[in-house]
């Protein structure tokens, strides 16, 4: 995959750069998939201590960043940033929650860490929030495929600073990997870890932006929620 990449921001650079597929989705559109999918994408901060191997110091890192909600018991994920994505550092321990709608604060636990896709599954730290909030998840296991050049329109939320405002984006697909995942690449995406989902031009779940100018086919993620909520065998 790394590979691919740079052979791709290799062909950006010479000059290959497709444009923004600005005003190629319908106002009505972008206005429904806001509506219908705006309590599925929440704010997730926290802070993680850990060991850098350099010295015996404990350090903090402060996460912010967006988590996905993928089932209706709080099940989510998330990008792996800072410390939480690199194993070579000792983390000793760590505080994270999301911002539900109502502003309400809900304490989540790392369940599993996928380091290839730098992808984290979060789950409640209290199995009863389930019940008290109304988690709203994606669909991630029927994702709608789509072709190069299609474009993608993108959900984005904020921190506080803008008053955890979501914001939409329409992006190109510049380019295409199908195997071994399917995966979308466009320089529209942007960069860092935060994970956000991308729906076609009807409106429909396609991928989730993984913050490398790269979004994964959702199916591939829901595989790893159904892994992460999968009692180890004894």
Known sequence: MNALISCWKT????GLTLSLAQGQIAPETVDAVVKQHEDSVLFLSGTVRYLCGECTQEHEFRLMSTAV???ARGWMLTGASGPLADPDLEVRGMNLQVRMP???EVPMRVALTD?????????PEKTEDAQRHGFRPLALDAPVRVRLLEPL???RRHDQATGYA???ACVRVQALETKPRRIYFSTGLGSGQALFP???ATGR??????????AVSTDELADLVTQAQTPAPK
Request: charged share 15%; proline share 0%.
């Open 11 to 14: 062909a950006l650079a010479l």
């Open 69 to 71: 909600v993928a089932d």
């Open 102 to 104: 109502d502003g309400i």
């Open 115 to 123: 380091e290839d896709l730098g992808v984290m599954v979060l789950a």
């Open 153 to 155: 329109l993108v959900l």
């Open 166 to 168: 979501l914001s939409t």
């Open 198 to 200: 991308c729906f076609d």
């Open 205 to 214: 779940l396609v991928a989730l932006a993984m913050g490398d100018q790269s």
